[in-house]
């Protein structure tokens, strides 16, 4: 008697992650009934990880590569110059995403998914200063073709890249970025690290104690173990 293969599980932030959506767009496409009736619904969750739905992910993949809007994982960008600088909104239309927030958000709520910007301009005044973040063309073209859900041939493996040796014993308030927290929090990758905080789970990190210049989110070495603490007696 053969055994039945369990069913790989994601949830929310990892499928968003995956089809270059939102978690809370993803939670929409399964509650908005009114969309899903005019085609095939979108999966129901198998499981649940605290109030995080879970689904099927080969479930899900497979409702995402024959639903009309599958045109994200098709889009061909525009032609234009590699060295073309393309501000946040612009950036995201060139990429295929209606939504003009949509890249402002992966580099808001996904820390390590989305590349850092090429170049930061510091506009406004002394009393209103805001930063402009920049993408060249050819960063924008290199991260199409190795996100992942798109183009994976069988077969073939993407490695995460190694998370950094960080000591627990260090400074408590030295400013430390995502994959650090990854690493001090027992995470294998960045991207796991950030679907849990994306969905919640780490309270604590809620609150951020820095910010760099390109915008990413900066937590003090003692937030970070006073969050893995929590953890560890949560367990």
Do not use: C
């Amino acid at each position: 008697m053969t055994s039945r293969r369990e069913p790989r599980l994601a949830d929310a932030a990892e499928i968003a992650a995956e089809q270059g959506l939102t978690p809370a767009r993803i939670s929409g496409l399964y509650t908005e009934a009114a969309e899903n009736a005019a085609g095939v619904p979108f999966p129901e969750p198998v499981d649940k990880r605290g109030r995080a739905r879970l689904w099927d992910h080969a479930e899900v993949t497979g409702w995402f590569a024959d639903r009309p809007q599958a045109r994200l994982l098709k889009h061909t960008p525009p032609a234009r110059d590699p060295q073309d600088l393309l501000n946040a909104a612009e950036a995201s239309r060139f990429l295929g995403y209606k939504n003009p927030n949509q890249v402002t958000t992966f580099v808001r709520d996904h820390p390590g998914y989305f590349p850092d910007p090429d170049v930061v301009e510091e506009m406004g005044t002394a009393d209103h200063p805001y930063r402009r973040q920049l993408w060249f063309v050819q960063t924008l073209l290199d991260w199409m073709a190795t996100r992942p859900g798109r183009g994976k041939r069988a077969g073939s493996k993407r490695t995460a890249p190694s998370l950094p040796e960080v000591p627990v014993d260090g400074d408590p308030d030295e400013l430390l970025g995502a994959s650090q927290a990854a690493a001090l929090l027992g995470y294998k990758s960045v991207n796991s690290f950030s679907s849990s905080l994306s969905q919640g789970n780490l309270p604590l990190l809620t609150i951020t104690d820095g910010v760099t210049e390109q915008g990413r989110r900066r937590w003090t070495r003692r937030r970070i173990l006073e969050q893995a603490a929590q953890r560890s007696r949560g367990k």
